[in-house]
Structure formats: C-alpha cells, structure tokens
C-alpha cells in the first residue's frame, strides 16, 4: 500500500502512522460540554465500514503533516488524500 | 452416528473403510428454530454444542455464509493460554483452558490439544517486573505459572539466540506449562459433529442477510436461503460484526476490523516443542505436527476487511523471528495469510444478552479468539438459554465502555489497532 503525500509525494506505507477513523476524530464533541453520551460515544464508538473509509493518517517518516485519507478498506485502493491543517 | 473409537476403526477397516458416514449432516433450514446462531466459525459452533448439551435447548440452527471453518478458525496460529492480568480476564481464559483438557472427550473427536507449554521471553528488567507481576496474578487466581532462566531456555530450546551478543539479549522468560497448541480446523469440525448429534442443524452457504423485527425485537432473520424464524438470536462473527449488525439497524459499536497476518514456512525435523513469544517486539512461534513453523506478529494496524496484510508486518515479523532464531534465516516462506480480527476498544471480549430484544452478542475477540473458543461458547450458551450472563462473562457487556468499567490488559486506551 502507498499514500500519495500531497506534500511529498507518493510514499510506502511504512513512513505513515495510522492515527484512526477521520470522520470520528474531526467530528470531536465541543471541549466545553459535558454530555456523557456524545462523549462516550466519540471515545469508544466506531462505523468500521466495510468499503470507503475516511482515516487520519500522520507521514511521520516524511513532512509530519496529518493527511485525511479516503481508502477502501477492502481493496485498500485510496480515492481522495486531504492535507489538514494546511497554512494559508 | 458412530462413535470413533480404536474399535470402529478395526470395524470400519473390516468393512474395507465403506461405512464412515460424514461428520455433520447438510439439513435444508426449517421454517424456524428456537434459538438461531448467525455464524459457523469456532465460537458459534462451539455455542450450539453447549446449548445442546448444557441446556438441552436442541431446535438450534448454525448459519454459516461460507463453508464451515472458513473465517478465524481455520485461520489462526492455534495457540491455547490463560496468562492474563486482570481480574475480569483469568477466570474466564482458565476455565476455557480447563475445557480445553478435556475437549477431545467431550467431543469425542481428537482436537490434537497439546500442552506443550508458552514461554513469553522477556528482555529487559522492567518486563521481568511486568512478568513477576503476571505469573503471581496468575498463581493467586488457580492458574499455573513459572520463571525459566537463559540456561533452562538455551537447553530447551537449541536454536534460541541467548547470548548477550543479541541486539535484545534474552533475560529469561515466563512460561504457562498448561499452555499449548490445537489443532484449529478439527476444533470446528469437532463441535460441528457433536452438536449435529444432538440435533443442531448446520446450514452451510446461508448469509444473513437481514433481521426480521417486530417492533425492536428480532424475531428472525433474512437469509439467501429464505426467511428462518426464531426466538432468540445469538450473533458470532467476529470480524464481520459490524456489518452484520448494521443490517439489523446497529450502526455503531466499540469494535473496528483489522487484519492480522499469519504464516508458515517450510516443514523441518523437530527442533521446537514450546510455544515461544519475542519481549522485543511482537512474536509468537511455534512448530505444527507437520513441520513447520507457525507465526505471526501485530496486526496491520489500519482498518480492513481484507483477508490478506501489507509488506511491513511481513518484514517486522521475518526480522523478529530471525532476531530469536538466527539459523530460521535460511527457511523459506510456504504461505501467508490474513484474517479479520473483531477488535474491540479495550482489548477484551463482549459477550452479552441484547443490544436488541431477542438478540444476543459475542464479539471483540481481538486476535486472541481461538484459545476462548470452548469457554466463550460455554458462556454465549449460557447467556442466550438463561437471559443473563454466566459468572464468568458478566464483565464482558457492551455496557462497560460507557460505564467506565473496561477491561484493558494492555493499557492502552481506545485505540484498537494497539490492543
């Protein structure tokens, strides 16, 4: 498996750290709240679908940017990477 | 059906070896069954034999979607232990171990469970701490545990790499004397027979498909075969959990599938008779009746249905195996596989009645599923006849993870892919 780094380019799998289910991890309760349920739900509650899947992925061994990847997680075939965070 | 004994097999080989009937019968599914278990692996099976036996609740049926044995069971490096930690984890992996030693009786058919010891080596002085720690909490709850030093492990084990030249040199290890291997596919094909012989139907190529409802209870389930009604309805597909209960409207659990690789190399004479585990990495070894060497590290750590990994565990593991056994360099690779592991946010089991009316689960084996087989079907029996959990499975509800009641061996939080 390689994720094309919008950065640095095409790179093997081993230069990335996998940090989990994107569209959980960005969709983070409001630091402020205190609802048991949304954030029991964020900790421990996951989609793991089977098909097209949005994870975050850090190119620890490249740029250290963290990507938003959209893979397959049958095929691993990857549809869209996504730079986060990017600087204007 | 006949009992295999050395007297049927003189019998049989009388009767020039004509009269050996199969194993389980292929029964076309009835209209609808008193408790249905969606899923023919290990624990499914295993599932319906104890609730034939233990609770005399027969009209069971065991849909598989593939043949029987396709999916963990017949995937896995066949290791049986119990050396756990914490308290919700020891006496449920004992008493399976317990089950274990008599399992080819029980069954009357040979799993080939041999208890041929597991030694987790260790490298450093803190994981000596970590491993005193362990093997006492296994002491103090029944179990059996040892410390074996560099010389024992040096004439035990030939081949092992215990000089100080090592990168990682070795400082001893933990060993499980009870601890050993089985043989995976007869294990399926063990409780396949002995819950046919008391009537449980296995229905081979029949995928759920969907739940049938009334209101939120699940009174049946669709499947390629047809609609089969049933009062209670016990799920145990391990990797494919998530999308078999997205099909009954469950769209969200603690539980993310990953693959984890095993492999084989080419068959040798004997030259390893325990089940050995690598402290510097992630390793466990051990050699199958044929010859070869049985092994396997990490999972991938990324989510996948595919039953097939990545390079860089194939490399980590071939280093780590090298790095304990530097003469294995010159073996070849004879095949490699994955499996989908049902890992759970914590590390540890679900078995439990719900989430549905009607509905049972059992889920989240991570890959430590094969050596829980017996006592996860023992429990899962118990849960679906009697509406609550046995004893020794009450900590595994699916409640736990919103009640701050987790089960982490590890340590590690919910991350499942480190679990």
């Given at each position: 498996?390689?994720?094309?780094?919008?950065?640095?380019?095409?790179?093997?799998?081993?230069?990335?750290?996998?940090?989990?289910?994107?569209?959980?991890?960005?969709?983070?309760?409001?630091?402020?709240?205190?609802?048991?349920?949304?954030?029991?739900?964020?900790?421990?509650?996951?989609?793991?679908?089977?098909?097209?899947?949005?994870?975050?992925?850090?190119?620890?061994?490249?740029?250290?940017?963290?990507?938003?990847?959209?893979?397959?997680?049958?095929?691993?075939?990857?549809?869209?990477?996504?730079?986060?965070?990017?600087?204007? | 059906?006949?009992?295999?004994?050395?007297?049927?097999?003189?019998?049989?080989?009388?009767?020039?070896?004509?009269?050996?009937?199969?194993?389980?019968?292929?029964?076309?599914?009835?209209?609808?069954?008193?408790?249905?278990?969606?899923?023919?692996?290990?624990?499914?099976?295993?599932?319906?034999?104890?609730?034939?036996?233990?609770?005399?609740?027969?009209?069971?049926?065991?849909?598989?979607?593939?043949?029987?044995?396709?999916?963990?069971?017949?995937?896995?490096?066949?290791?049986?232990?119990?050396?756990?930690?914490?308290?919700?984890?020891?006496?449920?992996?004992?008493?399976?171990?317990?089950?274990?030693?008599?399992?080819?009786?029980?069954?009357?058919?040979?799993?080939?469970?041999?208890?041929?010891?597991?030694?987790?080596?260790?490298?450093?002085?803190?994981?000596?701490?970590?491993?005193?720690?362990?093997?006492?909490?296994?002491?103090?709850?029944?179990?059996?545990?040892?410390?074996?030093?560099?010389?024992?492990?040096?004439?035990?084990?030939?081949?092992?790499?215990?000089?100080?030249?090592?990168?990682?040199?070795?400082?001893?290890?933990?060993?499980?004397?009870?601890?050993?291997?089985?043989?995976?596919?007869?294990?399926?094909?063990?409780?396949?027979?002995?819950?046919?012989?008391?009537?449980?139907?296995?229905?081979?190529?029949?995928?759920?498909?969907?739940?049938?409802?009334?209101?939120?209870?699940?009174?049946?389930?669709?499947?390629?075969?047809?609609?089969?009604?049933?009062?209670?309805?016990?799920?145990?597909?391990?990797?494919?959990?998530?999308?078999?209960?997205?099909?009954?409207?469950?769209?969200?659990?603690?539980?993310?599938?990953?693959?984890?690789?095993?492999?084989?190399?080419?068959?040798?004479?004997?030259?390893?008779?325990?089940?050995?585990?690598?402290?510097?990495?992630?390793?466990?070894?051990?050699?199958?009746?044929?010859?070869?060497?049985?092994?396997?590290?990490?999972?991938?750590?990324?989510?996948?249905?595919?039953?097939?990994?990545?390079?860089?565990?194939?490399?980590?593991?071939?280093?780590?195996?090298?790095?304990?056994?530097?003469?294995?360099?010159?073996?070849?690779?004879?095949?490699?596989?994955?499996?989908?592991?049902?890992?759970?946010?914590?590390?540890?089991?679900?078995?439990?009645?719900?989430?549905?009316?009607?509905?049972?689960?059992?889920?989240?084996?991570?890959?430590?599923?094969?050596?829980?087989?017996?006592?996860?079907?023992?429990?899962?029996?118990?849960?679906?006849a009697r509406d609550e959990p046995h004893p020794l499975n009450a900590q595994y509800s699916l409640q736990r993870f919103h009640k701050g009641?987790?089960?982490?061996?590890?340590?590690?939080?919910?991350?499942?892919?480190?679990?």
């Amino acid at each position: 498996m390689r994720i094309a780094c919008p950065h640095c380019g095409t790179r093997d799998l081993a230069e990335f750290t996998y940090h989990g289910d994107a569209a959980n991890a960005l969709a983070r309760p409001d630091p402020a709240s205190s609802d048991q349920n949304a954030w029991n739900a964020f900790v421990y509650d996951r989609a793991n679908p089977l098909g097209d899947h949005d994870e975050l992925w850090q190119h620890a061994g490249g740029c250290r940017r963290f990507l938003k990847v959209t893979r397959n997680t049958v095929t691993h075939g990857i549809s869209a990477t996504e730079m986060l965070g990017a600087r204007s | 059906m006949a009992r295999y004994s050395a007297l049927e097999i003189v019998r049989q080989a009388l009767g020039g070896n004509k009269g050996w009937k199969p194993a389980w019968r292929k029964p076309d599914p009835k209209p609808a069954y008193d408790v249905i278990i969606v899923g023919g692996g290990g624990h499914g099976l295993s599932t319906a034999h104890y609730l034939a036996k233990e609770h005399g609740i027969t009209n069971v049926a065991v849909l598989e979607k593939g043949w029987l044995g396709s999916g963990n069971i017949g995937r896995n490096t066949t290791i049986v232990r119990s050396n756990y930690l914490l308290e919700g984890n020891v006496p449920f992996y004992e008493h399976s171990l317990k089950l274990w030693e008599n399992l080819s009786h029980d069954l009357n058919y040979n799993v080939m469970f041999s208890q041929r010891s597991i030694i987790n080596l260790f490298h450093t002085p803190a994981q000596e701490d970590e491993a005193a720690r362990r093997g006492n909490s296994m002491i103090l709850q029944g179990g059996d545990a040892r410390f074996v030093r560099p010389d024992e492990l040096k004439r035990r084990m030939p081949a092992l790499d215990v000089s100080d030249r090592a990168r990682l040199p070795v400082l001893g290890g933990l060993e499980q004397p009870r601890a050993g291997t089985a043989r995976h596919d007869a294990v399926a094909w063990g409780y396949a027979r002995a819950a046919d012989q008391r009537g449980v139907d296995i229905i081979e190529n029949c995928e759920v498909t969907g739940f049938v409802r009334d209101g939120d209870r699940v009174i049946g389930v669709e499947t390629s075969r047809g609609r089969i009604m049933a009062k209670k309805v016990g799920v145990a597909v391990a990797g494919s959990t998530s999308e078999v209960m997205r099909r009954a409207g469950i769209d969200r659990l603690p539980i993310e599938s990953h693959v984890l690789q095993a492999f084989v190399s080419e068959s040798l004479k004997p030259c390893l008779d325990t089940v050995v585990t690598f402290g510097g990495g992630h390793l466990y070894i051990s050699q199958s009746d044929k010859g070869s060497l049985v092994f396997g590290g990490d999972i991938d750590g990324y989510n996948s249905w595919a039953q097939r990994g990545n390079l860089p565990v194939v490399e980590d593991v071939m280093s780590e195996v090298v790095a304990m056994f530097p003469a294995f360099a010159k073996l070849r690779l004879l095949r490699s596989w994955g499996g989908i592991m049902d890992m759970s946010m914590d590390g540890s089991p679900i078995i439990t009645t719900g989430p549905l009316p009607g509905m049972y689960l059992n889920t989240g084996w991570c890959y430590g599923g094969f050596k829980a087989t017996p006592a996860s079907g023992f429990c899962f029996a118990h849960t679906i006849a009697r509406d609550e959990p046995h004893p020794l499975n009450a900590q595994y509800s699916l409640q736990r993870f919103h009640k701050g009641t987790v089960i982490d061996e590890k340590g590690q939080g919910a991350t499942p892919w480190k679990h």
